[in-house]
């Protein structure tokens, strides 16, 4: 377990060692150095600035980059205008990419007037090859890459940005490894992100996850409670597992464990109130699974349970291994064994070959399952995926009619669902302070949806009853119950 390393206690005159995390630990030592060094010529401690794009496994990424960052003595800045500051990429769909492309022009005007700042990028983009190839050809001034395989010798890399001339780009095709022990720096005190696989061996036509995040691979389970047993110490109430499929958790593990399993055991993990988990393929999900849910006393009333399309069609050629009536089964046995359960999801509209028909079919998943809220996406041709080299891409304008439409019902759905909580007090976990009105507190129901209610900060990670009086759509205006 990591515990505070001493760093300064680490003889840096030798060879570094070649285990992993001892590795690192010499590495963070060594940058430790040159952070002291830059201290000593300027007269403060060089800052940092972390930018996340994309979902929550990027974002608990982020927080293992400015673990090792703070660790190593650099502080944290307000804004992009830092000594070194780095983009953690998300590939997921075009205009991710293209945020980060025009985002890096901002870089570089500010670099101009600032030589000594350095560039990094890391993250799923970086594992594209054409993207590696673009900035080697266009952005010279980026002055470190690397990949979502090597990340945890981050700090291994930064040194060798300090010592080396030139950029250093290292970028790995796969890895097997998991690291363990390395520091990480939560954003929020009462909450953490918990990994629990990385990776994904699913392969939807259209995703380009599993080749940028390599194959499946699941955390010990003893490693996770232990985790989450240092964070339930550390004040962490709400937990959420994270993996690209966590109802596949365990299955490649040497002693193989369920999802279900693993659960029943974080269950009991005394300090922990809340378990949250994303993301569920509808394919894996268990009946172990369903029945855990409805036993606990913990996990909460949320379940994103990703739809892609209605058409069992189109999720064939999605390769998602469902169809229609098998989703709407799945839904239906959840709320028998759950019924206070709120079901979100995730829609892709305008799949190569998605005629009026099949969208209609979506439609009507959407109206049959009453989504208390959805992520709707425009279909996005990803370089190397199958779904790329499908004929019939659906034309820019009728896609952009049928997102109109299905937006307008997955809105109206979810408000009306959302009415049916107005009156009742609800358990909620304060998050912060309201940034628009300063007597508000924010915070999330058991069921995700958000409420304003008056309070102060001294509540922020406390878990208060709120009685939900005034519904605005996705969210809630209360009043605390004393
Ligand atoms: N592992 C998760 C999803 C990760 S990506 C799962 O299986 O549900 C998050 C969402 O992005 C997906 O659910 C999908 O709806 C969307 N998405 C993925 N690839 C996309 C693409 N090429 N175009 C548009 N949306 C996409
Ligand atoms: Fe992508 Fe499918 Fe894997 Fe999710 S399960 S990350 S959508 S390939
Ligand atoms: Fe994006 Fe990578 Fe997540 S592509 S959605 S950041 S796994």
């Given at each position: 377990m990591y515990n505070e390393i001493d760093l300064d206690k680490i003889d840096v005159s030798h060879e570094p060692p070649t285990q992993e995390p001892a590795r690192q630990y010499y590495f963070m030592a060594k940058c430790r150095e040159w952070v002291r060094e830059f201290e000593q010529k300027n007269g403060r401690r060089p800052c940092f600035f972390v930018q996340t794009f994309g979902?929550?496994?990027?974002?608990?990424?982020?927080?293992k980059l400015v673990g090792i960052l703070e660790t190593v003595g650099y502080c944290q800045a307000e804004k992009e205008?830092?000594?070194?500051?780095?983009?953690?990429?998300?590939?997921v769909r075009e205009n991710a990419n293209n945020k980060v492309w025009g985002r890096l022009g901002y870089l570089n005007a500010y670099k101009k007037h600032h030589p000594h700042m350095k560039i990094a990028l890391c993250g799923c983009m970086m594992q594209e090859a054409e993207v590696v190839e673009k900035i080697k050809k266009s952005y010279p001034f980026v002055d470190l890459v690397f990949g979502t395989h090597n990340i945890y010798k981050f700090a291994e890399l930064l040194?060798?940005?300090?010592?080396?001339?030139g950029r250093v780009i290292?970028?790995?095709?796969?890895?097997?490894?998991?690291?363990?022990?390395?520091?990480?720096?939560?954003?929020?005190?009462?909450?953490?992100g918990v990994n629990i696989m990385f990776g994904c061996n699913n392969f939807c036509s259209y995703c380009i996850v599993p080749y940028v995040r390599g194959r499946e691979r699941s955390r010990?389970?003893?490693?996770?409670?232990a985790e989450i047993e240092r964070l339930a110490a550390d004040g962490v109430v709400e937990i959420m597992l994270l993996g690209q499929n966590v109802n596949s958790y365990g299955k490649n593990l040497k002693e193989p464990i369920t999802f279900a399993e693993l659960l029943k055991q974080i269950e009991d993990i005394e300090g922990i109130e809340r378990i949250r988990f994303m993301t569920s393929h509808p394919k894996d999900l268990s009946d172990e699974l369903i029945e855990v849910m409805g036993k606990s006393k913990k996990i909460c009333r949320h379940l994103h349970l990703p739809l892609q399309s209605g058409s069992s069609r189109i999720l064939k050629a999605m390769n998602r291994h469902y169809d229609k009536e098998q989703y709407l089964s799945l839904v239906e046995k959840i709320?028998?064994?759950?019924?206070?359960?709120?079901l979100t999801t995730d829609i892709i509209v305008g799949f190569p070959g998605e005629t009026e028909e099949d969208f209609l079919e979506t439609m009507d998943v959407v109206e049959q399952v009453g989504y208390e809220s959805a992520f709707t996406f425009i279909y996005s041709k990803r370089t190397g995926t199958p779904a790329a080299f499908m004929e019939e891409q659906i034309s820019e304008d009728v896609v952009k009619d049928r997102f109109d439409r299905l937006l307008k019902s997955v809105q109206s759905i979810a408000a009306k669902k959302a009415e049916l909580y107005t009156g009742k007090t609800e358990p909620v976990l304060v998050e912060e302070v309201n940034e628009q009105d300063q007597m508000l507190v924010?915070?999330?129901?058991?069921?995700?949806?958000?409420?304003?209610?008056p309070g102060t900060e001294e509540m922020i990670g406390k878990i208060v009853n709120v009685t939900l009086k005034e519904c605005k759509g996705f969210y809630f205006y209360g009043e605390l119950v004393e």
């Amino acid at each position: 377990m990591y515990n505070e390393i001493d760093l300064d206690k680490i003889d840096v005159s030798h060879e570094p060692p070649t285990q992993e995390p001892a590795r690192q630990y010499y590495f963070m030592a060594k940058c430790r150095e040159w952070v002291r060094e830059f201290e000593q010529k300027n007269g403060r401690r060089p800052c940092f600035f972390v930018q996340t794009f994309g979902c929550q496994m990027n974002a608990r990424d982020s927080e293992k980059l400015v673990g090792i960052l703070e660790t190593v003595g650099y502080c944290q800045a307000e804004k992009e205008e830092a000594d070194f500051v780095i983009y953690n990429t998300c590939t997921v769909r075009e205009n991710a990419n293209n945020k980060v492309w025009g985002r890096l022009g901002y870089l570089n005007a500010y670099k101009k007037h600032h030589p000594h700042m350095k560039i990094a990028l890391c993250g799923c983009m970086m594992q594209e090859a054409e993207v590696v190839e673009k900035i080697k050809k266009s952005y010279p001034f980026v002055d470190l890459v690397f990949g979502t395989h090597n990340i945890y010798k981050f700090a291994e890399l930064l040194e060798t940005s300090f010592v080396q001339e030139g950029r250093v780009i290292d970028i790995w095709k796969d890895t097997d490894k998991i690291v363990e022990e390395l520091p990480i720096e939560r954003k929020y005190s009462f909450k953490s992100g918990v990994n629990i696989m990385f990776g994904c061996n699913n392969f939807c036509s259209y995703c380009i996850v599993p080749y940028v995040r390599g194959r499946e691979r699941s955390r010990k389970p003893e490693d996770i409670l232990a985790e989450i047993e240092r964070l339930a110490a550390d004040g962490v109430v709400e937990i959420m597992l994270l993996g690209q499929n966590v109802n596949s958790y365990g299955k490649n593990l040497k002693e193989p464990i369920t999802f279900a399993e693993l659960l029943k055991q974080i269950e009991d993990i005394e300090g922990i109130e809340r378990i949250r988990f994303m993301t569920s393929h509808p394919k894996d999900l268990s009946d172990e699974l369903i029945e855990v849910m409805g036993k606990s006393k913990k996990i909460c009333r949320h379940l994103h349970l990703p739809l892609q399309s209605g058409s069992s069609r189109i999720l064939k050629a999605m390769n998602r291994h469902y169809d229609k009536e098998q989703y709407l089964s799945l839904v239906e046995k959840i709320r028998r064994a759950v019924p206070d359960i709120a079901l979100t999801t995730d829609i892709i509209v305008g799949f190569p070959g998605e005629t009026e028909e099949d969208f209609l079919e979506t439609m009507d998943v959407v109206e049959q399952v009453g989504y208390e809220s959805a992520f709707t996406f425009i279909y996005s041709k990803r370089t190397g995926t199958p779904a790329a080299f499908m004929e019939e891409q659906i034309s820019e304008d009728v896609v952009k009619d049928r997102f109109d439409r299905l937006l307008k019902s997955v809105q109206s759905i979810a408000a009306k669902k959302a009415e049916l909580y107005t009156g009742k007090t609800e358990p909620v976990l304060v998050e912060e302070v309201n940034e628009q009105d300063q007597m508000l507190v924010s915070g999330r129901l058991s069921s995700n949806f958000m409420v304003h209610f008056p309070g102060t900060e001294e509540m922020i990670g406390k878990i208060v009853n709120v009685t939900l009086k005034e519904c605005k759509g996705f969210y809630f205006y209360g009043e605390l119950v004393e």
